[in-house]
Structures are given as C-alpha cells and as structure tokens.
C-alpha cells in the first residue's frame, strides 16, 4: 500500500517544523558571527542570509497554518489539496531555492579569485530554472486548482523548474570542491631538490569539504527531482523540508567561512601542519 498524499504532506511539516527550529539556531550563529567577525561580513552576505531566513520562515507559517486550519476545520482527507496559501508557500520554495543558489554562485565567485566567467552557465541555469516555475501557479489554477501533485500537463515544466536549479548545484559543487582541493596542494620542492606536494591539513577536512561545496544542498535537490519527475507521493515531504535545507545548507557555508577554517583562508604556518607527498 503506497503512502498517500495526506500522509506525505503532514510528515512533511512535521519535518519542516524540526529543521526549522534547526535553521533558526544556526541563523542566530550566523549573525553572532557576521557581527564578531568584520573579515567575513559584507552587504551580499548580510543581505543573503537574512532573505533566505525571512523567505523560509514565510514558507513555514504558511505551511504552519495550513495544517492548523485542516486539523481544526477542514477534512483531514483534504489536507493534501492545494490551495493558495500552500501556492504562495511552493513559491517561496522556489525564491529560496534562487537565493541560495546565487549565495553558491557567490562563494563559487569568491573561491575562483573573484572570476565571473566561471560563474556564468551556472547563474543561466538557475534563473532559467525559476522562470520555469514562475507560470506553475496560474497553470494549476487553470488545469486543477486542488490538485495535491502537479497536473500531468505541467510535469515536465515542473521538471525543468527543478532539474535547472539541479544543474546548478552540481557545476557548482563541483567548481568549489575542485577549487579547494586544488588550492590545499601547494608544489614545492623538498631538501633533497625532489618535487612534492605540500597537503594543507585541517580538522575533518572531508566533512568541511563537503559542507563548503554545497553537497547537501546538492543531494537535496537531487531526491527532490527524481520524486517530481515519477510523481511520486513522497515528494510533498522534500517540497516542504527542502526550503528549510536550502537556508540551512547556505548558513553552513557562511558559518563554516567565518570560523576562519577555509581552506582558501589556512596559510601553511608550521610544519606540523605539513604533510608532504611525493609525486614520484
């Protein structure tokens, strides 16, 4: 027996609610440290984050009142249905979804020295992606204004609305991980005239790695895609957890910058932070 709609969309804002409560503390964490650390604080990130909380705490109280008003006056067999508020919540997902991609973009940015060509396809991709979902709203309100998953018509719009944004995340996961790696293995040669790689080593360099490129949002993202592309029920839990995941995989990223551990940030002081690598 397959789980439903209903089932799908209630466990789903009970998982927002807790990665909401999540997200708010790291977003107090974000602050402390926008404000303590001046290196790291500027207008974009300022700006960034603060709209990524407010758009996903919107999302939250629209999702919130839905599910009060469904358990208080409405049928619980027609909690799944759409309705306008959890259309204006399905855009804020998608706004989310834009800011911290162009959040991504900007550490893509930073962490290439500030090169904007490389950002390019990447920045195409992920405003094509929200023009695709821009029309989805009045779509359904035309095909079937209660329909709990997007009308058959709309699907593949839908897709590309999320598989664009997906593109996005992997280039530039993929550009940041690569930077960073790159950037942690400094040529040199060592006392005996042989060339060798000098590996900046940094406390679970793995782990910061993958939350610095962006990887969970990444993953998120990709789930998401493939349980809209097979309509499947359980997509209404990662339509409403997910917004909460993008500001939550963003604050990271800025949290993790500004505990001065980048790895673009850790100058090779001593040798004890030194591993060498022969490239015999």
Known sequence: MGVSVNVSAAVGTVCEAFLYGVYCALFMISIVILITRYRVSNRVI???????FMTSTAHFALVFTHFYIALDHA???????????????NFL??????????????RCWFVWGKNFYVIILPLLTALGGF????????LVLSIDPTSPV???DIVPLTIAGYVLPLCTNVMVTGLIAGRLWNI?????IDEHGKPVIIKITTG????MLIIE???????TQLIYVVLVAIQNPAEAILSYAATQVYGIASTLIIIRVGLSSSLEQTPPTTSSNLIFWSQS
């Not at 997902?93 to 900007?106: E, F, M, P, Q």
């Open 131 to 138: 023009g695709c979902i821009l029309p989805i709203p009045s």
């Open 213 to 219: 490129s962006g990887a969970l949002y990444m993953v």
């Open 75 to 89: 049928p619980f067999s027609d909690f799944g249905n759409e309705t306008p508020a959890l259309m204006a919540a």
């Open 204 to 207: 679970g360099r793995p782990m």
């Open 93 to 106: 997902s998608s706004v989310a979804n834009l800011i911290g991609d162009l959040l991504l973009l900007y």
């Open 184 to 188: 942690s293995r400094i040529p040199t």
């Open 150 to 152: 997007p009308p058959t």
């Open 46 to 52: 300022w700006v960034a984050n603060c709209l990524l």
